[in-house]
């Protein structure tokens, strides 16, 4: 639904922290000996309130945290 927002909006700072630490131990366990270039995208998906079938599908690239 859209009460909290569309998808962009919805990504508040207590989300951006979270993603930013499963970022950090990410990277840290998968490249530990550097942060190889990276960039986070965020996918909207909206569907039809009665059953949930797809309406529409917005692809953000490279937010920033």
């Known amino acids: 639904g859209g009460s909290f927002g569309d998808g962009e909006e919805s990504v508040n700072s207590l ?3 979270r993603l930013l630490r499963t970022i950090d131990r990410y990277l840290l366990r998968n490249y530990p000996h550097g942060d ?10 909206e569907l039809y309130p009665l059953g949930g079938k797809l309406k529409n599908i917005t692809h953000f690239e490279d937010i920033e945290l």
């Not at 190889?36 to 998906?45: A, Q, S």
């Open 15 to 17: 989300k951006k922290r």
């Open 36 to 45: 190889p270039d990276y960039r986070v995208d965020i996918v909207e998906i």
